[in-house]
Nanobody, 125 residues
C-alpha cells in the first residue's frame, strides 16, 4: 500500500522560506517513481506545482513558482522535498505530495495515481 506523508508546513512571514518533505512508502523501487507536488489554496481547486523524474534529472515547474521553488528527492531515503523561497500570501495552501509508478527513472510524468493528505503553509504579509 502506497503511503505519502507530508511534513514541514506552518506559518511563515512574507519573503521567508520553508522546506516541505514527503516520506514515501509502499514502493519496491522508489527510483522509478515519478513524484510531484500540488497545492490547494483555501476555497480553491488543487493546482499542480512541480514534478521530478525518478532519477531527479528532469524537473518541471508551474509558472507561478519558477525561480522560487525547488523540487528534490533522496532515493536512498525514499523522500521528496520542496524548497520554497520568497513566499507570498498567495502561496498559502495545503501542499500535497503525489506519486505514480512509470517504470523508468529518467522519465517525468504528467499525471499521478496517489496523493498524500498534505501539509498546510500559511504566509502572512
Amino acid at each position: 500500500q502506497v503511503q505519502l506523508v507530508e511534513s514541514g508546513g506552518g506559518s511563515v512571514q512574507a519573503g521567508g522560506s520553508a522546506t516541505l518533505s514527503c516520506a514515501v512508502s509502499g514502493y519496491t523501487h522508489y527510483s522509478v517513481i515519478c513524484m510531484g507536488w500540488f497545492r490547494q489554496p483555501p476555497g480553491k481547486e488543487r493546482e499542480w506545482v512541480a514534478t521530478i523524474s525518478g532519477d531527479g534529472r528532469q524537473t518541471k515547474y508551474a509558472d507561478f513558482v519558477k525561480g522560487r521553488f525547488t523540487i528534490g528527492r533522496d532515493n536512498r531515503q525514499s523522500t521528496l522535498s520542496l524548497r520554497m523561497n520568497d513566499l507570498g500570501p498567495e502561496d498559502t495552501a495545503n501542499y500535497i505530495c503525489a506519486s505514480v509508478y512509470i517504470g523508468f527513472s529518467y522519465q517525468a510524468c504528467n499525471s499521478f495515481t496517489d496523493y498524500g493528505r498534505g501539509t498546510r503553509v500559511s504566509v502572512s504579509s
